[in-house]
């Protein structure tokens, strides 16, 4: 059974630190993968997505990875800001499902 | 452009009674899921639809049924409710597979059963 596992649980860091969150697959075999932000109280927004033929997104001051012979993806925050403040949820599909794995998600607190 | 529609908000249930949580989506995808968000969990998928009368079991589907009558809506249907399924329930849709789409999520429904 798929787990997927985040690290660190929750962060906090001051205004203007660049900062990497971890994600990783107990089953490496992951086709695509999405980074999503969830604010509280509010659903889940797609960040960056890495398909199959990927190893990496960039959007901003955002920076996706994914090492598929490992199973993990890290996502780069460059230049944190307070509007950052949210949490942080990977998830991944396998090849020929339907189901997204989801981790249990970053709480990241930028402190102005 | 609504997007992913939830509702209700929020619902207090009694044990064993029974609802329905509204998804209604805008953009004429064909993909559809539930999901439901435990405290401090990662999202687990109920249920699935990939067309208007096509639906199939996800990881967590007990207790649960859907129908997809047409394309834009995904109803959830909770039978006999219990205190495990209380939990945050988020529908989203993609236009295709999850191989090149980015899935969209509604706001979510808070459930709880006491």
């Known amino acids: 059974k798929q787990e997927v596992t985040q690290i660190p649980a929750a962060l906090s860091v001051p205004e203007g630190e660049n900062l990497v969150l971890n994600c990783s697959f107990t089953?490496?075999?992951?086709?695509?993968l999405q980074w999503f932000r969830q604010d509280p109280g509010k659903g889940l927004t797609s960040l960056l997505l890495?398909?199959?033929?990927?190893r990496e997104q960039t959007s901003g001051r955002l920076n996706a990875s994914l090492d598929k012979s490992s199973g993990r993806s890290t996502l780069y925050i460059a230049a944190s800001q307070p509007g950052d403040s949210a949490t942080y949820l990977c998830?991944?599909?396998?090849?020929?499902?339907?189901?997204?794995?989801f981790g249990t998600g970053t709480r990241l607190t930028v402190i102005p | 452009n609504a997007g992913v529609t939830q509702t209700p908000k929020f619902r207090i249930l009694k044990i064993g009674q029974s609802m329905t949580l509204q998804c209604t989506q805008d953009?004429?995808?064909?993909?559809m899921y539930w999901y439901r968000q435990d405290p401090g969990m990662g999202l687990k998928l109920i249920y699935y639809?990939?067309?208007?009368?096509?639906?199939d079991k996800g990881e967590v589907p007990n207790g649960y049924n859907v129908s997809r009558s047409t394309t834009e809506d995904f109803p959830l249907r909770l039978e006999l409710a219990a205190p495990s399924q209380t939990s945050v329930y988020f529908c989203?849709?993609?236009?295709?597979?999850?191989?090149?789409?980015?899935?969209?999520f509604g706001a979510g429904t808070r459930l709880s059963v006491l």
């Open positions: 998830a991944g599909d396998q090849t020929g499902a339907n189901n997204l794995f």
């Open positions: 639809s990939v067309g208007a009368g096509i639906t």
């Open positions: 890495i398909q199959s033929s990927q």
């Open positions: 989203a849709s993609t236009p295709d597979g999850l191989a090149k789409n980015i899935q969209y």
């Open positions: 953009m004429n995808h064909n993909y």
């Open positions: 089953d490496s075999a992951i086709y695509n």
